[in-house]
């Protein structure tokens, strides 16, 4: 029986250790930095499967490739990234960019391409330290293996185990050492960017990571540089942000992912405690009789109605119509006066025939 309880125990101390192992590979702690909300291993994954550096561009500012989740200007939308290439020889430089102000750019990433004497090519894609801290260096997997120093420069007797990179078949590094290759230089700035690109709402970190995490898979993070000379001279002029440099410090993107977090947000169990918001612990007693509203409240009976109601005199009818006039009035006469039967002598004639007379008369 003790020897049952014991092999029992036993079972559950490597079930719990081996979930706690799963559980720590799934969800490894956070950078604390911006660059945690641009994976670069899916970034390098979309490098090494585009057939040209202007594809590969609209890839990383695709929404549905859910690649480019940075908010570097901290306005709430993801910032357009622009691929600057640079060559010398047979290597290559393509310097991920992001303008967060009309005159501040700051360098996300770099990735470097370089073919030497024997023509191995080797692709790795170093993160800018503002983003990622320092020696953020990624690079693909490969089966084959061999043995070799950290540093080229060193002279030790140490030995370590690095991966031999051969992307000789990807789409893109075929495309960079073809006849057709032609120099990509994007024409856009701050304000300024291709019709395809819509500006989205970042996702909170948990969720974003998540939606990644199957690259790392098939990349690593390697302890060295491939070709050290070639990152110093690009480390020493790199573009830097002091936007960026400043929301760093001042902990904006923190509160703009989520805390950076790869686990999602924890529910609490039990509620948080009242505030002076919330309802109080006991209700408040209530008065024994409401308070009348006089100007609302009717009246317990109805007010009287006189006995007779008023008359009306101006509109009330007489009994009788009043006694019309046995004769009527009669109107003044319309007839016109009689006209004589003969016309008046003419009055200046008969005088002038009188004064005529008398005037004979004197004469004589």
Known sequence: MKKGKYYLSIILIIFIGYAGYSQSNEEPEALGL???????????????????????EESLNDENSKINNLDLDNDGKVDFIKVKTEKEGNNFMFILQVEPNKNDIQDVAVVFVNKDK??????????????YGKNYVVEPLDSKNTTTTINPGYTGTEKVVTT???VVTSPVVVYLYSPVYVPYYPPYYYGYYPHYFRPWAPLYFSVYYHNHYHYHNHYYRPPYYHYPSHYNNYYSRRSTSVIVVNNTRNGNYKRTYNGNNYRKPNIPTTRPSTTTNNRPSTRPTTPATRPTSPSTTRPT????????????????????????????????STTRPVSPSARPENTRTSTHNST?????????
């Open 34 to 56: 911006p660059g945690d909300d641009l994976n670069l291993y899916a970034v390098l994954d979309v490098f090494q499967n585009s057939t040209t550096i202007e594809k590969f």
């Open 356 to 364: 005529t007379r008398q005037s004979s008369q004197r004469n004589k």
């Open 164 to 166: 031999t990179v051969n």
């Open 301 to 332: 009976t109805r007010p009287t109605t006189p006995s007779t109601k008023p008359t009306s005199p101006s509109t009330t009818r007489p009994a009788t119509r009043p006694i019309s006039p046995s004769t009527r009035p009669t109107s003044p």
């Open 118 to 131: 024997n023509k191995n090519i080797s692709v790795q894609i170093v993160g800018d330290e503002n983003l």
